[in-house]
């Protein structure tokens, strides 16, 4: 029996996980596409990557926009969303009104804390499944995929009632779901993917916040510098170590549990990042050269606003907020000025 995905937000993770995807046995994976619409429909994707080669990717469908989707009539097994978040933007679980079925498993690739949320109370029926990739991707130009290293990526079934109460009913479909997903994804080449349970995913989203907390703010007022130029400068490298150890920190008090041995300390991601010499920068960066709104919230105010309601404060982080905000509040108002 064949599977059938949708993926929405086609962009260069989207895109680079569903050419992956697609190479599973009796797989089929359709696209939702924004500005890169023309060129996926007349080529598909070219990918190029020293881990998988160089190779094309033609989806099964590919669509303009969630009404196509939705006229199509296909009950799609998994909707993969790797949209960006931005919750003080638009609610995203809105485009997927009308694609979600009773078995459809709903997994959100997407950074930071608390994306989950708005997909969980929409679809109170549906398998939401939370995901956390590392993969440096890249879409230089529509179509055109560079994955530059690594693949990892871990899925958990969001189960959010664990963390107060006691198991439902519901929990073993929902986590049997994930696991295919996991499953396909091994099946499609991705060696590095593992399920988690719910508890160990959430540690996982804050150990990542760690890493994009540390880096994406603090590239965009260094003047969107690549990661690899932060960690080798002395003084930087200081100042990410000291945000990375402020998040770690924090996480286990919220979540009442420690991180596993195994997650990698600052030291160790620091290390790792001082020898990617691809020139990549973080996302904030990409989005603030090109004058797009960056994910503030679920990266920065949402970790801050839980930390607090629980009683703890992240000055360092609290402090790159602030600055963030302001500064993309004021750079709106100034486009909105030269408008008028």
């Known amino acids: 029996m064949s599977t059938k995905i949708l993926i929405v937000g086609a962009g260069a993770i989207g895109a680079f996980y569903a050419s992956r995807l697609a190479q599973a046995p009796d797989v089929h994976v359709s696209v939702i596409c924004r500005s890169n619409y023309s060129a996926v429909k007349a080529n598909g994707f070219t990918i190029t990557s020293p881990q998988y080669g160089n190779y094309t990717f033609v989806p099964s469908n590919t669509f303009a926009n969630p009404d196509e989707a939705r006229k199509s009539g296909v009950q799609w097994d998994y909707i993969v969303v790797s949209t960006k978040a931005l919750p003080d933007v638009s609610d995203d679980s809105a485009i997927l009104e009308g694609l979600v079925y009773g078995k459809t498993g709903i997994v959100l690739i997407q950074n930071g804390l608390g994306v989950e949320t708005p997909y969980a109370q929409r679809f109170p029926d549906a398998a939401v499944c939370s995901a956390v990739t590392i993969a440096s991707c890249a879409q230089p130009s529509h179509g055109q995929i560079k994955h530059n290293r690594w693949t990892r990526i871990n899925s958990g079934p969001y189960l959010p009632h664990l963390d107060t109460g006691g198991a439902k009913s519901s929990d073993a479909r929902v986590a049997g779901q994930n696991d295919r997903f996991i499953q396909l994804l091994k099946a499609s080449g991705v060696d590095d993917a593992e399920a988690y349970d719910h508890a160990?995913?959430?540690?996982?989203?804050?150990?990542?916040?760690?890493?994009?907390?540390?880096?994406?703010?603090?590239?965009?007022?260094?003047?969107?510098?690549?990661?690899?130029?932060?960690?080798?400068?002395?003084?930087?490298?200081?100042?990410?170590?000291?945000?990375?150890?402020?998040?770690?920190?924090?996480?286990?008090?919220?979540?009442?549990?420690?991180?596993?041995?195994?997650?990698?300390?600052?030291?160790?991601?620091?290390?790792?990042?001082?020898?990617?010499?691809?020139?990549?920068?973080?996302?904030?960066?990409?989005?603030?050269?090109?004058?797009?709104?960056?994910?503030?919230?679920?990266?920065?105010?949402?970790?801050?606003?839980?930390?607090?309601?629980?009683?703890?404060?992240?000055?360092?982080?609290?402090?790159?907020?602030?600055?963030?905000?302001?500064?993309?509040?004021?750079?709106?108002?100034?486009?909105?000025?030269?408008?008028?």
């Open 200 to 340: 160990k995913l959430q540690l996982v989203r804050w150990h990542k916040i760690a890493i994009n907390a540390s880096m994406n703010p603090s590239s965009v007022l260094a003047g969107c510098v690549s990661n690899y130029a932060m960690s080798n400068d002395e003084e930087m490298a200081i100042h990410l170590k000291g945000v990375m150890e402020e998040v770690l920190a924090t996480a286990p008090k919220v979540l009442g549990k420690p991180f596993p041995a195994e997650f990698a300390t600052p030291e160790r991601i620091l290390r790792s990042t001082q020898k990617n010499t691809s020139g990549s920068k973080p996302s904030m960066a990409l989005d603030w050269e090109q004058d797009k709104t960056m994910e503030l919230e679920v990266i920065l105010g949402n970790p801050i606003r839980i930390a607090r309601e629980r009683g703890f404060e992240m000055p360092r982080m609290q402090t790159l907020y602030a600055l963030l905000r302001m500064a993309q509040e004021n750079r709106d108002k100034a486009k909105t000025r030269s408008k008028i």
